[in-house]
């Protein structure tokens, strides 16, 4: 009895380290967060309790739903394409053979890079006059090109897409070659044997066996396009305009530029409810056509 | 239906030689079983006439079409694996049509034809459940079904049998070999199990290290083994192997080896003399082809009984002879006494079932 | 259990040694800066262990940290109440949040420059055209911009100038030459400017004009309010807060015509420009991808000669900004965007004696000379006894002092920040054509006449 008291003791006081950690850097901001977002509060400035005033604020705010949808885009243009590539890329990798193990890890590097390094070198990439990509377009159609792509409201939309899939890609790849190296190789030489179009093949043995993996890839690469942040922030800082701010950065500006903190917290939890509400049904649709 | 025709097969795994130059026609319509050790060469060339393993260099002719360039689809052969490998997300039903989609039948044509294969196969209750939901002998039956299905002109089994339990494998041996006669499928079969080559064979082909070792019946096989690999696999237990020399006294025969000498038949030794025989030879004997008697006859030899095995009907009896061991079979109502552990008994060697092979090339000795 | 012991020992050593070591810092004279990351905090940095400190026994720390953060940081410690810095420094459009926010002590009291100790005489030794836009608050207004500057005389001070900026117009000699124009005379009116500037561009090596014209920051509004101003056009009447029919006036509007013309219809500027900060801005002048461009005066001129960094060395000349003919009175109305930043005391802090004896050495005639002789600082002082002298001594310096009288600044007051994205983001649309200036301007009006009517310190009619 004395021995079990005296161990429940050491126990505790070892879970306390981590316990005092996560009450302090987790539970208490979080709780704090609702609390503030009912006031008017600029950083340093009294707090004026204004109820669900400063939700209405972004609500009403129209670079707040500027924001909602450019995100949006940006993961609707995104993601499927990445997944799209990622799927040819599996395939493609999935064979065995000399410099395919090299090829591998060669693909996976965009994602290993910070997304600081991937930002800098595409913005250089980009450049309207001494930029690469603009010297090959020029090479391609056979007179110089001088396209200006963070300064067009639709070109730095699909510049920033761009990068992404270059960026991303190789994660969904990732997955999608684990899903494929789960097929037994007996299963997959029978249908070799079969004469089924690759169209069927696809579709009956190596979707099943992608689902799951292409499920979770679509599943991170929303949440994490939907906190879009760096890559954007130094590719174009969020212009033309504000055309590719993104919510994320919306936010910074309101509670790091503006100093609202106040509304900076609502906007956070409103972000917060979009993010599990949009994935909540992404795993939705997305589990009901893997059962049926 | 077709027959295949190898032509100076080779197939290589970097330096390895998994099968070396072999050159073999499987009859049209005919069970051929291809027996041998692990890593004889067997599934590989299974594999090279599936398309699945690229061959070094020879042809592989199915019916009148070369087909080392043909993809796996193009060849019309179908392939039952070890594992089954039925397509896990799809149930029994689909399992079966899988192959018949491309073929742009009606949906009641796919029913009819899934339906009558699933009656031979005896699958009718499961059509509607996944792989995972069978015994493993359903899952056998589909994955055969599942290859029977599309009417290929080559049936290839890569040891289909060797997941089930005894009493299973011994129903489906019977199961497979009948349907391959009503169906009649050109049928190669690929095992290491000698049992299950006798009993479905039609022809056996026997490989070791790459290279055949022998073709022909499992009778052939077994009543006249071409060199002492092929004597001692086939068989079981194995063909006894005595190595020795061949010595001469008093005008009877006898092999003396470093352990025993044994005094070979008059009428053996006669055609050995005849075929101008000597030195150093190896005699084998089958377990069944040697006699064994309670007390001493002319000319037999005395051993002690050191092991006794009973079967059903027969006993599988160890015996040593100065310090050479061999095994018996027989009988049990032929054997006329009760062997018992540490009895003397007396043995005599079956003079027709006695088999010599040249020590230097392995390969057995003629007899007029 | 020796070891035991043997580790217990020594972590509380090591806790009880630091502990000490702690107190023996923060008793000891210590003032801590919150400063900006400029090339002269550095020499400032220098210049204190070597003279102040030993003449005077407190040590200086300057944390020099990049600008947002500095603005992040400085608000974070002041929301919290914390004693930690002494002194901040700020940029002049912050003056208005920490003044609200009690952040900077008063300085016009009798502990600071009323006491009759006072070093500093904060009138006679200073610019009033610079630090009452940094260091008093409030006092934008027409007065001010009129160089009234009794109109403000009981104007609390909060600061003193600590750097000294302006943007003025760069030029480079050689490609003026190329062009065949006179590159002793750069462009006096923005019709000159605009004459030249398609004259002086050849893509894609060369181009006319560059402009930090992205929307982030305050870069693309720096370089587009001198030409408002001087087209007669204003950001809002100070006195009422009102935006309609000021940011959105028919000189404003057409001034932003002229501004995003250059880009769209001239095509005189880079393809890249509405996305450049300042550092695309700066290397283009450096090279020679631009010819003509608003800049800040220590930031290039520090290094135009230097040629490290310079590819046109001895190239590079200075000029005020153009400007435009008053109707009127028939001179040329020219104006300079400013940029200084304050340096002031933490209201919080535990050492003011200190710090006010820090900012009285700083602020004096052999510390501000100190810094204008080192090229390393690229520093401009707002004393007025170093105008002869420092104008003497380099080419940049001269620029800034004789800009001086025409600087104006935008808003200090509190929502300045969301204040000047949206103008930012309005002015970069109609840079690009994505909106016409008359929309753009039209919007901004709105917009920002609903933050100034919903700020709490919009003033009581």
Same mark, same amino acid.
């Not at chain 2, 890569?158 to 089930?164: F, I, R, T």
């Not at chain 3, 900006?36 to 002269?40: E, I, N």
């Not at chain 3, 065949?180 to 006096?188: K, M, V, Y």
């Given at each position: 009895m004395k021995a079990d008291r005296r161990e429940r003791g050491i126990r505790l006081i070892l879970y306390l380290p981590t316990l005092i950690f996560l009450i302090l850097m987790s539970i208490f901001p979080l709780i704090f967060s609702i609390y503030i977002s009912f006031f008017n509060y600029t950083l340093g400035q009294h707090m004026d309790f204004i109820g669900f005033g400063n939700y209405g604020s972004v609500l009403t705010d129209s670079s707040f739903w500027s924001a909602l949808r450019i995100t949006l885009e940006i993961a609707v243009l995104a993601i499927p394409i990445e997944v799209f590539i990622g799927i040819l890329i599996a395939f493609l990798f999935n064979t065995r053979g000399k410099g395919v193990e090299v090829c591998r890890m060669i693909i996976l590097i965009p994602m290993m890079l910070p997304p600081l390094v991937i930002g800098f070198f595409w913005k250089y990439m980009f450049d309207?006059?001494?930029g690469i990509i603009n010297y090959f377009l020029g090479l391609l159609s056979g007179n110089p090109q001088i396209i200006s792509w963070f300064t067009d409201v639709r070109l730095a939309l699909i510049a920033i897409v761009l990068v992404d899939i270059w960026e991303w890609t190789p994660f969904v790849a990732l997955l999608a070659m684990a899903g494929l190296q789960a097929i037994p190789p007996n299963v997959r030489e029978t249908v070799r044997l079969e004469k089924a179009s690759w169209w069927l093949r696809f579709r009956t043995l190596y979707l099943p066996y992608l689902r799951f993996p292409l499920l979770v890839a679509i599943l991170i690469r929303s949440i994490d396009t939907l906190k879009i942040f760096d890559v954007v922030y130094i590719l174009t800082g969020g212009g033309p305009g504000e055309e590719t701010v993104t919510l994320t950065m919306f936010a910074y500006r309101v509670g790091?530029?503006?100093?609202?903190t106040g509304k900076a917290a609502a906007l956070s939890w409103i972000i917060a409810l979009i993010s599990v509400g949009l994935i909540t049904i992404l795993i939705r649709v997305l589990s009901r056509k893997s059962t049926a | 239906m077709a027959e295949v025709k190898l032509k100076n097969l080779t197939v290589k795994y970097g330096e390895v030689? %998994?099968?070396?130059n072999v050159s073999l026609t499987f009859e049209d319509k005919k069970f051929t079983v291809m027996l041998g !050790?692990?890593?004889?060469g067997k599934t590989s060339t299974l594999r090279s006439i599936a398309g699945l393993t690229r061959p070094a260099s020879g042809e592989i002719y199915i019916g009148e079409r070369?087909?080392?360039?043909?993809?796996p689809s193009e060849r019309n052969v179908a392939m039952v694996f070890q594992s089954y %490998?039925?397509? !896990?997300?799809?149930n029994v039903f689909d399992n079966l049509a899988f192959c018949l989609k491309?073929?742009?039948?009606t949906r009641s044509e796919i029913k009819e034809k899934v339906n009558q294969i699933s009656q031979t196969l005896h699958l009718e209750e499961f059509l509607?459940?996944?792989?995972?939901?069978?015994s493993s002998g359903q899952q056998q039956r589909v994955a055969i079904g599942r290859a029977l299905i599309r009417r290929p002109a080559v049936l290839l089994l890569?040891? !289909?049998?060797?997941?089930?339990d005894a009493v299973l494998r011994e129903e489906m041996k019977v199961y497979i070999k009948k349907l391959q006669e009503e169906l009649a499928i050109t049928t190669i079969h690929v095992t290491h199990d000698q049992t299950e080559a006798q009993a479905m064979g039609d022809r056996i082909v026997v490989m070791d290290l790459g290279v055949i070792q022998q073709i022909g019946t499992p009778q052939e096989v077994y009543?006249? !083994?071409?060199n002492l690999f092929v004597a001692g696999f086939i068989g079981n237990p194995s063909m006894n192997l005595i190595s020795g020399e061949l010595s001469r006294e008093e005008g009877k025969f006898f092999l003396v080896s470093k352990e025993v000498k044994i005094p070979i038949p008059p009428k053996l030794g006669k055609k050995l003399e005849k075929g101008n025989i000597t030195g150093e030879i190896v005699l084998g004997i089958r377990p069944e082809h040697i006699f064994l008697f309670p007390e001493a006859i002319q000319d037999s030899v005395e051993a002690e009984i050191i092991e006794v095995l009973p079967q059903n009907n027969e006993f599988i009896i160890d015996l040593s002879c100065d310090s050479f061991s061999f095994k018996v079979r027989k009988d049990k109502e032929v054997l006329g006494f009760h062997p018992q552990v540490g009895q003397k008994s007396w043995f005599t060697l079956n003079e027709e079932k006695t088999y010599f092979f040249?020590?230097?090339?392995t390969r057995r000795i003629e007899l007029p | 259990m020796g070891k035991k012991w043997l580790s217990l020992l020594l972590i509380g050593v090591f806790v009880g040694a630091s502990l000490v070591g702690y107190t023996a810092i923060s008793s000891a004279k210590t003032i801590r800066i919150l400063a900006?990351?400029?090339?002269?905090a550095k020499v400032e940095q220098e210049l204190a262990d070597k003279y102040f400190t030993p003449k005077t026994g407190i040590k200086v720390i300057i944390e020099a940290q990049p600008y947002t953060y500095n603005e992040q940081k400085a608000r974070q410690e002041v929301a919290a109440g914390?004693? *930690? *810095?002494d002194i901040y420094h700020y940029d002049s459009q912050w003056i208005g949040n920490y003044v609200v926010s009690g952040a900077l002590e008063r300085l016009d009291t009798k502990d600071y420059?009323? =006491? @009759?100790?006072? +070093?500093?005489?904060f009138d006679k030794d200073f610019f009033p055209e610079l630090t009452y836009r940094s260091? +008093? *608050?409030p006092t934008i207004g027409p007065e001010l911009d009129k160089g009234n500057f009794k109109a403000f005389k009981d104007t609390p001070i909060y600061g003193l100038p600590w750097s000294q900026n302006c943007e003025v117009l760069f030029y480079n000699k050689t490609l003026f030459k190329n062009a065949?124009? /006179?590159?002793?005379? &750069?462009?006096?009116t923005w019709e000159q400017f605009r004459e030249y500037a398609i004259k002086l561009t050849n893509p894609p090596k060369h181009y006319g004009v560059g402009f930090?014209? =992205? @929307? $982030?920051?305050d870069y693309i509004s720096m370089d587009f309010f001198p030409i408002m101003w001087s087209w007669?056009? $204003?950001?809002?009447?100070?006195?009422?807060?009102?935006a309609e029919g000021y940011v959105n006036s028919p000189e404003s509007i057409a001034a932003l015509q002229f501004f995003s013309n250059l880009y769209l #219809? /001239? #095509?005189?500027?880079?393809? /890249?420009t509405p996305n450049w900060d300042m550092d695309p801005k700066l290397s283009a002048l450096l090279t020679g991808l631009v010819a003509m461009a608003p800049e800040w005066v220590p930031l290039l001129g520090a290094i135009m000669d230097d040629p490290k960094s310079s590819q046109y060395v001895g190239q590079i000349g200075m000029a005020l900004m153009p400007g435009k003919k008053?109707?009127?009175?028939?001179k040329i109305r020219r104006f300079h965007m400013y940029g200084c930043q304050g340096t002031g005391i933490n209201?919080? =802090? #535990?050492?003011k004696k200190e710090a006010w004896e820090y900012l009285q050495w700083l602020l004096s005639y052999d510390t501000q000379k100190a810094l204008t002789d080192? &090229?390393?600082?690229a520093f401009v002082s707002g004393?007025? /006894?170093?105008r002869y002298y420092a104008a003497g001594l380099n080419r940049w310096n001269k620029a800034f002092i004789d800009a001086i009288p025409t600087i104006r600044d935008f808003w200090n007051i509190p929502p300045y920040a969301e204040l000047l994205f949206i103008q930012n983001r309005e002015e970069n649309l109609a840079f690009i054509g994505a909106k016409t200036p008359a929309e753009a301007m039209n919007y901004a009006a709105k917009l920002e006449q609903a933050i100034y009517d919903s700020s709490p310190y919009k003033p009581k009619r």
């Open positions: 309207a006059t001494f790091f530029n503006y100093f609202y | 030689v %998994a099968v070396n !050790p692990s890593g004889c070369l087909v080392n360039d043909l993809y %490998a039925l397509y !896990p997300h799809m491309p073929l742009k039948l509607n459940r996944y792989p995972a939901e069978l890569d040891e !289909p049998l060797s997941q089930l009543n006249n !083994p071409v040249d020590k230097e090339t | 900006l990351a400029w090339p002269q914390s004693s *930690y *810095y420059l009323l =006491s @009759p100790d006072s +070093k500093i005489n260091c +008093k *608050y065949g124009l /006179d590159p002793e005379s &750069p462009p006096e930090s014209a =992205s @929307p $982030a920051a007669g056009g $204003a950001l809002w009447d100070p006195y009422t807060w009102t #219809k /001239d #095509k005189v500027c880079p393809p /890249d008053d109707p009127a009175t028939g209201a919080r =802090s #535990k050492h080192n &090229p390393a600082a004393r007025r /006894d170093l």
